[in-house]
């Protein structure tokens, strides 16, 4: 059965720094793409960001590039997004997804697709204050 479960969510003022983390198990991941989407309320959930396990091949949305990272660490099936520079509209429940392997590359509208991953974890909230 597979899990993904995130942490890390908080409040913070605008200009701060958060990173969540999304801790995997239940199967490999090694051919997956892991992705972190975002959804504030009333609006749809956005693609913010997806790593390829094999490679760790990055892709990001427009809106956070330059700003948020996201990285992997084998050892602990832990997938991170490093947020920096936040920002008010960065308020959202963020989710950690994964998809079903074997994971293209990365980029194009793929994985940017909320319907691409098979797996989500429960959300944590982020809040950016003024």
């Known amino acids: 059965q597979v899990q993904l479960v995130e942490s890390g969510g908080g409040l913070v003022p605008a200009g701060g720094s958060l990173r969540l983390s999304c801790a995997a198990s239940g199967r490999t991941f090694s051919n997956s793409a892991m992705a972190w989407f975002r959804q504030a309320p009333g609006k749809e959930r956005e693609f913010v960001a997806a790593?390829?396990?094999?490679?760790?091949?990055?892709y990001y949305a427009d809106s956070v590039k330059g700003r948020f990272t996201i990285s992997r660490d084998n050892a602990k099936n832990t997938v991170y997004l490093q947020m920096n520079s936040l920002k008010r509209e960065d308020t959202a429940v963020y989710y950690c997804?994964?998809?079903?392997?074997?994971?293209?590359?990365?980029?194009?509208?793929?994985?940017?697709?909320?319907?691409?991953?098979?797996?989500w974890g429960q959300g944590t909230q982020v809040t950016v204050s003024s």
């Open positions: 997804a994964a998809d079903r392997p074997p994971s293209p590359l990365l980029g194009g509208s793929y994985h940017r697709a909320a319907g691409t991953y098979d797996y």
């Open positions: 790593i390829r396990w094999s490679d760790s091949s990055t």
